[in-house]
């Protein structure tokens, strides 16, 4: 199984960025799917997260009405946009899945990707 993420970069507070993670060697709309992220010296956290059948989703309270998750069955890839950024949102964010369960805690998923670099400038 391989979760690849891309989309990170260096970006100004307030301005976009749209991180995809590209899934292969899995069934893919058989798995949740799910956005974490890393700031240095903190703990994996949850980000954002849909269900296998793509109808349900779900934010950590600080990126709701910033960050949107969805996802292609076709192209086996889940999207976050990520708006209105600000230098908080600073980490690396890595790409999760779980079989048949939407992945919300760090310690429940099954794959990871290898993590892409945002970082916001004030």
């Known amino acids: 199984v391989q979760l690849v993420e891309s989309g990170g970069g260096l970006v100004q507070a307030g301005g976009s960025l749209r991180l995809s993670c590209a899934a292969s060697g899995l069934i893919f709309s058989r798995y949740g799917m799910g956005w974490f992220r890393q700031a240095p010296g903190k703990e994996r956290e949850f980000v954002a997260a849909?269900?296998?059948?793509?109808?349900?989703?779900y934010y950590e309270d600080s990126v709701k009405g910033r960050f949107t998750i969805s996802r292609d069955n076709v192209k086996n890839t889940v999207y976050l946009q990520m708006n209105n950024l600000n230098p908080e949102d600073t980490a690396v964010y890595y790409c999760a899945a779980r079989l048949w369960v939407t992945p919300m805690a760090a310690d429940a998923v099954n794959f990871w990707g290898q993590g892409t670099v945002v970082t916001v400038s004030s």
């Open positions: 849909i269900n296998s059948g793509g109808d349900s989703t």
